[in-house]
């Protein structure tokens, strides 16, 4: 008869798998935190029963495309410098800071 080879199994399942509380103590925030992160979409996780699961690399995907800094993506690389649009709401309607206010904006 004929002998199988054995080849190395490999498979993405061998990824590391991250609870909740990891990922937020990786990112030193509350796991509240994380769960807002990923019912929002900015972070995967995959729902098992009543808790989620993180990957590895979607961590450290998450983490990349919010490090700031000057890193160009390709496809800033790729796009034609251009000016900056001009200002085409009137006047009465460009958002403005209410006093001591640093989040809120008010229309008027």
Known sequence: ???LQEKPFTTKMQEKFLTTEQV???LQVHPFT???F???GKL???KLGRVYRIKESDVELFIEERT????VSKKEANKPESSPPSNSLPEHSIPRK???DTDHY???
């Open 44 to 46: 995967k996780g995959i």
């Open 38 to 40: 990923i019912k929002q």
């Open 1 to 3: 008869m004929f002998k």
């Open 68 to 71: 700031t800094g000057v890193k």
């Open 98 to 100: 209410a006093d001591g």
């Open 34 to 36: 994380i769960l807002k």
């Open 106 to 108: 008010y229309i008027i």
């Open 24 to 26: 937020a103590n990786i």
